[in-house]
């Protein structure tokens, strides 16, 4: 499965440190997604980009800052982390479909933890 | 917002018996509900979607009903194998790219 991939798949980081989450994919997809699992709020949306754009930003604490420099790659910045925010991070995208509903698919997620 | 929940959150079933997983939505301006399935250790990935102009979709043993005055929907499956053991989750959005609410999941474990 290499339609959306991620890197790096794991990520150990303290709380102090800057790193960066990529996510590219190779659908000719228009849209994509960063989405957090954890055992507490499994699937959470946190942003959603289309043809570049942000569209949605669902309350996300601002030490998590997207990036989307072109329709095939999206990344997620993180800076002074928490612990709390360890979790499994998955990236999907989608075609824009206007009506009907659009079908995501997901990169195989980076796991994070912060220590 | 939407707000979507979902039950069982745990579910265990005998190999060929089969398995049903509600879900319930609160906008109504939702017009598509797709459900993923997501095995242990790998992404989720779409089995089945309906749209609201439609009441049931059937996928082989796979199956899903959608009640757009009550709200509800539901993933049945019949015959169930034990590779079908995974996290079950329904999703319902306004349609497009847009915001799409995922369920809190339904851990489905199919017993030999």
């Known amino acids: 499965e290499t339609g959306v991939t991620q890197t790096p798949r794991h990520l150990v980081m303290g709380m102090t440190n800057k790193k960066s989450l990529k996510c590219e994919q190779h659908l000719g997809h228009n849209a994509m997604y960063w989405y957090k699992q954890s055992a507490k709020k499994p699937l959470e949306l946190m942003f959603v980009y289309n043809f570049k754009e942000q569209t949605e930003n669902n309350s996300v604490p601002s030490r998590f800052s997207p990036e989307c420099p072109n329709s095939s790659h999206l990344f997620l910045h993180l800076h002074t982390l928490q612990p709390e925010d360890s979790a499994l991070y998955l990236c999907?995208?989608?075609?824009?479909?206007?009506?009907?509903?659009?079908?995501?698919?997901f990169g195989p997620g980076t796991r994070l933890t912060v220590l | 917002g939407e707000n979507v929940e979902q039950h069982p959150s745990t579910l265990s079933v005998q190999e060929g018996d089969s398995a049903v997983i509600k879900c319930t939505y609160s906008?109504?301006?939702?017009?598509?509900f797709p459900w993923y399935k997501q095995e242990l250790g790998k992404r989720p990935q779409l089995i089945i979607d309906i749209r609201s102009n439609v009441g049931e979709k059937k996928d082989q043993r796979i199956a899903v009903t959608l009640n757009k005055t009550a709200k509800h929907f539901s993933l049945h499956i019949t015959e169930t194998q034990p590779e079908d053991s995974a996290v079950y989750f329904c999703?319902?959005?306004?349609?497009?790219?847009?915001?799409?609410?995922f369920g809190t999941g339904t851990k489905l474990q199919v017993i030999p």
């Open positions: 999907a995208s989608s075609q824009d479909i206007r009506s009907g509903g659009a079908i995501q698919y």
């Open positions: 906008d109504s301006a939702s017009n598509y």
């Open positions: 999703a319902a959005s306004p349609g497009g790219y847009q915001k799409v609410t």
